[in-house]
């Protein structure tokens, strides 16, 4: 069974700019769960789907959004890209939506902007 | 507000050793508490999870941890580390279902196994 893909692997952006990265979770999941890890903030969770609706949001600003598809793939949108986004992103996926199920992280994003 | 503290960052054993990595948690309302681990390059893993029952509870690769109520704490434990078990490990609390998939982690410990 495959595992949580995340696309692309390695990203680097300029300030200003706009980056979307995209989740494709276990087959059947529909939950899906992104997470910023920095090095001084350690891992914050940014949002969750489930059945394409957010379900939760993280304390972020707007600039950071995200979507999910009918076949429970996701995408997450960071907007006006500012120095302190540089971070690995990553995304989990859970076949409910609730912490009591597994979340399967995938290997992550890793965006650096210069 | 939750937060999670996991008292040591780096944790060096020689193989064969205990190992026992601390995290202490605050939070009002009950909790659902997990173990992560990171290998280099790597997503998370869950190691374990506590959501009700038993205090004692026993993970993958002979990893177990302790829920104590009250003391707050979920501490992970292992009898006898291997240089396989070098990573970094993430305690992390949830509370409950009304959060969804939202987890609150700890800063991290880096446990270093060397031969």
């Known amino acids: 069974k495959a595992g949580v893909t995340q696309t692309p692997r390695y990203l680097i952006k300029t300030r200003g700019q706009q980056v979307t990265l995209s989740c494709s979770p276990i087959?059947?999941?529909?939950?899906v769960s992104w997470y910023q890890q920095t090095p001084g903030q350690g891992l914050q969770f940014l949002f969750e789907?489930?059945?394409?609706?957010?379900?939760n949001k993280g304390n972020f600003p707007g600039r950071f959004s995200g979507r999910q598809f009918s076949n429970s793939r996701s995408e997450m949108n960071v907007s006006t890209l500012e120095l302190g986004d540089s971070a690995l992103y990553l995304c989990?996926?859970?076949?409910?939506?609730?912490?009591?199920?597994?979340?399967?992280f995938g290997e992550g994003s890793r965006l650096t902007v210069l | 507000a939750q937060s999670v503290t996991q008292l040591d960052s780096q944790v060096p054993v020689f193989e064969e050793a205990p190992v026992e990595l601390r995290c202490n948690y605050s939070?009002?309302?009950?909790?659902?508490l997990f173990w992560y681990v990171q290998y280099p390059n790597q997503g998370l893993q869950l190691l374990l999870k506590?959501?009700?029952?038993?205090?004692l509870v026993k993970g993958i690769n002979g990893f177990e941890a302790e829920f104590n109520k009250s003391q707050t704490s979920f501490h992970l434990r292992k009898p006898s580390v291997h240089i396989s078990d070098t990573a970094e490990y993430f305690c992390?609390?949830?509370?409950?279902?009304?959060?969804?998939?939202?987890?609150?982690f700890g800063k991290g410990t880096t446990l270093s196994v060397s031969s």
């Open positions: 087959s059947g999941h529909r939950s």
């Open positions: 939070s009002s309302v009950s909790v659902y």
């Open positions: 789907y489930f059945s394409e609706t957010q379900r």
């Open positions: 992390a609390v949830s509370e409950g279902d009304q959060a969804g998939t939202a987890l609150i």
């Open positions: 989990a996926s859970s076949a409910t939506s609730g912490v009591t199920g597994e979340l399967f």
């Open positions: 506590y959501l009700s029952g038993s205090t």
